[in-house]
């Protein structure tokens, strides 16, 4: 029971977050993101630290890389047999990390670059990837895919979170995207799985809240294949970003709206009937993946990072900009830490998502 | 002189020293069990079924209604209800009747699940300070929602929504037709759910012309009987109903007695005046799945596609696999009616032991519903002695879209659930049509009542939502986790999907 939570029940917590993102899609190491998140140590626990990066395989760009942690050779084992008969392995690797003296009971740390294999007409490449990863989290026992995107990964264990990026030598990636999470559990069994941030393809979250409306998000999914085995709020979020977002194709600003859904008191009032029109079929339809309860998040999805409180901000976020930089943070404290006098700062209001994107060509 | 060797069940107490002999006790009895010789006593021949017209009338006070005491002697398999049963049946040689729900002691599966709150990890909201939204649409929702692009760069709606109905409150009135209830109770649930924001149901007994101006609030019933089913009825409602079954009388029909079917009823059900009203026990146009196909089809098509189409059950053995038969028959609502439904008149036997209660009816159809990915093309509406705002959210919370309450909207009204509804004798006006008892219910008076007892149950509902910590009630609905059971055997457990309280 190396990462496998000995509940078999949900978590639940309150955490600090940071992301940071160059919209020009310069890359830097994680040195800078470590101190930030660092600086918002109160907001942790210990129990759970850990970062997503876009940007840091160039060379493997092209193909899906799994990180995997695994709690036995077993696993491992049985999850290579998998993913030998699904994909091309083009190339596979331990995680490097180094010992550190506050990360202990680190489980096997791989990560796998994969092509998948010619698949039949029809069969869309990433639903196909997607079944890989539930068939490996629900059916390998000890055995975790904790990222499956192009290019980027996450990193992550149980520790502080500036403990678990020297663990993982950050300093030696360069993304252009980076988020952090520190995480507080009121659940006091820590495990590795269920640390932050949480991935699904390109999409990474990191999540401070509790999900109130956990269970029906849980059965909604359900219907759609998803397999919730990590037993976090978080799990949900991401894999209601990959339905609406990669499934039903809603443009990302729109899924926000799903997700902290406006009040009817604002959707009745609304003057453009179209508008009106579409924000009633989305909480008609999407009333499910209503994500109700105190969260605020930082999603990465590849070629962008966005930021989203629930629908009555009950938990903290603050917002900054400086030049093509994007700062998304718990605590002002730690934009500073990286950013002395930001061009405009902000706190999002409820339900209202911070989005940047990319631009065009970087 | 009494004919029956089975003793009364009730005995009126008159205080001699109050009483004033102003005879109203004798005149409010719809029962006609008091009678006047010098004093007010129990008739010598009627028998008072404790319904408390009297009680709640004397001017002094004067009247009280107890048990009888006099006591068969004991024995734990022959009870004195199964005695009494025994020897009315000896001297009738009928099927014995009986009005309202389930009266056995099955237990109430809701007494037995416990609802969740938050502490400190996730805070509670206060209904008083923050919005709480309890709007819910009834009806087919698409899978996905589809946009395009509008003008300026602007996502837009491609979707073309089916029909739904729009309920400010989760709960809605079970269908109780002009018939089995009189016209004053009909029109006071009409005007309650026209202001609350919520739909009544026309029963199987067609629509009387003067509930025709509160028909956008009505769920317009077609059952097997057809009664005062024609184009304008279909068409003048806000959604169409086909009744399959009774929670309290599943596999069986109905029967207005003719000595009931007067000349407004006559009218509204197209039946002629004093003729026994007769639903078959099935459609005769429906013996398989589809059949009812058919006839949901024929009713959209009927209504232009503008409106829902519901289809009620009861909820038997099978109900998942039923339910989701009915879904792809292409019902937009299924209502599913527990076996402590309420009923006007139904065979005591088939009331007391046909069927299952609806707390699992509910939770095995919506986890069907959802194993099979179809829990988005149907709403549902949990039924069968819905009798507070806990039963209401526990349904909710088990999978139920909306509630249908007919009993306790009927206590609103002033039933005290003596349960003679099917004697037609209601004292109080409700379950009647002799026009001088049916004239005791003031519809106005009667839908403040009612659409007390619901803005009552709406505040309460806000209040759990909120000590919940979510604030739309959408994110409890289905939600199992914020359910545990007390002492629920497993099994029960499992079909519930809820976990034991301290797990």
Redesign the interface.
């Known amino acids: 029971m190396l990462f496998r939570s000995k509940y078999n029940?949900?978590d639940?917590?309150?955490c600090g977050l940071f992301g940071w993102m160059s919209r020009k899609g310069r890359r830097q190491n994680g040195e800078g993101v470590i101190e930030a998140i660092a600086n918002m140590h109160e907001r942790g626990n210990g129990l759970g630290g850990g970062f997503a990066a876009y940007g840091i395989y160039p060379e493997w760009r092209d193909h899906y890389c799994f990180h995997v942690m695994y709690g036995n050779e077993e696993a491992k084992d049985r999850t290579e047999d998998l993913l030998g008969q699904r994909f091309e392995v083009a190339h596979q690797e331990e995680i490097p990390h180094q010992p550190h003296p506050a990360i202990t009971n680190e489980p096997l740390l791989w990560r796998y670059f994969l092509n998948s294999r010619s698949l039949a007409e029809g069969v869309d490449t990433q639903e196909y990837v997607v079944s890989a990863v539930m068939d490996i989290n629900a059916g390998i026992h000890e055995a975790c895919v904790f990222s499956s995107g192009k290019n980027m990964g996450a990193f992550k264990a149980v520790g502080y979170p500036e403990d678990v990026g020297k663990f993982f030598m950050l300093d030696q990636y360069e993304a252009y995207i980076w988020t952090a999470h520190a995480r507080f559990p009121?659940n006091s069994q820590a495990w590795w799985g269920g640390a932050h941030p949480f991935c699904l393809l390109d999409f990474s979250v990191v999540h401070n809240?509790?999900i109130?409306?956990?269970?029906?998000n849980?059965?909604?999914l359900?219907?759609?294949g998803y397999k919730c085995t990590l037993f976090t709020d978080t799990e949900v979020m991401v894999y209601l970003f990959d339905l609406l977002v990669r499934?039903?194709?809603?443009?990302l600003?729109?899924a926000c709206d799903v997700l902290a859904?406006p009040?009817?008191?604002d959707i009745d009032a609304e003057v453009d009937e179209?508008?009106k029109?579409?924000r009633t079929?989305?909480?008609?339809?999407?009333?499910?993946a209503?994500v109700?309860?105190?969260f605020a998040i930082i999603l990465g999805f590849g070629n962008g990072m966005l930021g989203l409180n629930d629908?009555?901000k009950?938990r903290p976020m603050v917002a900054a900009e400086n030049g093509d930089e994007l700062y998304i943070s718990s605590e002002e404290a730690a934009i500073h830490v990286l950013c002395a006098e930001p061009e405009r700062v902000w706190m999002p209001k409820a339900g209202q998502p911070v989005v940047g994107y990319l631009e065009d060509g970087a | 002189m009494r004919q029956s060797l089975v003793p009364r069940r009730f005995i009126q107490v008159i205080d001699y020293e109050k009483c004033q002999r102003c005879k109203r006790c004798v005149q409010a009895c719809g029962f006609r069990a008091l009678s006047f010789e010098g004093r007010v006593q129990p008739d010598a021949e009627q028998e008072c079924v404790a319904c408390h017209y009297c009680v709640a009338h004397c001017p002094e006070e004067a009247i009280t209604i107890i048990d009888n005491p006099l006591e068969y002697r004991p024995h734990d398999s022959w009870t004195s209800d199964i005695i009494m049963q025994t020897t009315r049946q000896a001297e009738t040689a009928g099927v014995l009747l009986s009005g309202m729900g389930n009266d056995r002691p099955w237990g109430v599966l809701w007494d037995r699940l416990c609802l969740d709150a938050c502490q400190v990890t996730n805070p509670p909201i206060d209904p008083l300070r923050e919005p709480m939204e309890l709007r819910t649409y009834l009806g087919r929702k698409p899978d996905a929602v589809e946009i395009k692009v509008g003008p300026e760069g602007k996502p837009v709606l491609a979707t073309q929504m089916p029909p739904q109905l729009r309920l400010d409150t989760p709960v809605i009135f079970a269908p109780m037709s002009f018939g089995s209830i009189s016209l004053n109770a009909q029109k006071s649930l009409a005007m309650a759910a026209r202001e609350l924001g919520t739909y009544w149901s026309t029963g199987e007994g067609g629509l009387h012309p003067d509930l025709y101006e509160y028909a956008d609030r009505a769920i317009i019933q077609c059952a097997s009987g057809r009664f005062g089913v024609h184009e304008d009825y279909l068409k003048a409602g806000a959604a169409v109903e086909i009744k399959i079954g009774q929670g309290a009388k599943p596999g069986i029909g109905g029967h207005l007695p003719g000595a009931k079917v007067t000349a407004a009823i006559a009218e509204t059900r197209g039946i002629p005046e004093g003729s026994d009203a007769l639903s078959p026990a099935p459609h005769h146009d429906i013996y398989s799945i589809e059949d009812l196909r058919q006839l949901i089809y024929a009713l959209k098509e009927a209504t232009e596609y503008r409106v829902p189409v519901s289809v009620k059950i009861a909820a038997v053995h099978n109900v998942a696999a039923i339910a989701s038969g009915i879904v792809r028959a292409g019902a937009d609502i299924v209502y599913i009616d527990g076996f402590r439904g309420g009923t006007g008149a139904a065979t005591t036997v088939i009331r007391n032991n046909l069927g299952i209660p609806i707390e699992i009816a509910i939770a095995a159809v919506d986890q069907r519903l959802r194993e099979e990915g179809i829990r988005n093309q149907a709403s549902l509406i949990a039924a069968g002695s819905i009798r507070n705002s806990a039963d209401l959210t526990k349904a909710l919370t088990l999978g139920a879209d909306a509630v249908a309450v007919g009993t306790a909207a009927l206590i609103a009204l002033g039933c005290h659930l003596c349960q003679q509804c099917h004697t037609g004798n209601c004292s109080w006006g409700i379950c009647t049509q002799r026009p001088e008892l049916v004239r005791r219910l003031d519809p106005a008076w009667g839908a403040e009542r009612v659409a007390n007892l619901i803005r009552g149950w709406t505040e309460e509902l806000k209040e759990i939502l909120g000590a919940l910590g979510v604030n739309a009630v959408e994110s409890l609905r289905g939600s199992r986790d914020r359910l545990r059971a007390v002492g629920l055997d497993d099994k029960t457990r499992e079909i519930l999907d809820v976990k034991a309280a301290g797990e």
């Open positions: 029940e949900r639940r917590g309150a009121t809240g509790e109130s409306s956990y269970g029906i849980r059965r909604y359900e219907t759609f499934k039903h194709r809603l443009p600003e729109v859904a009040f009817w008191k179209e508008q029109a579409l079929a989305l909480r008609q339809v999407y009333a499910s209503m109700n309860g105190p629908r009555i009950l």
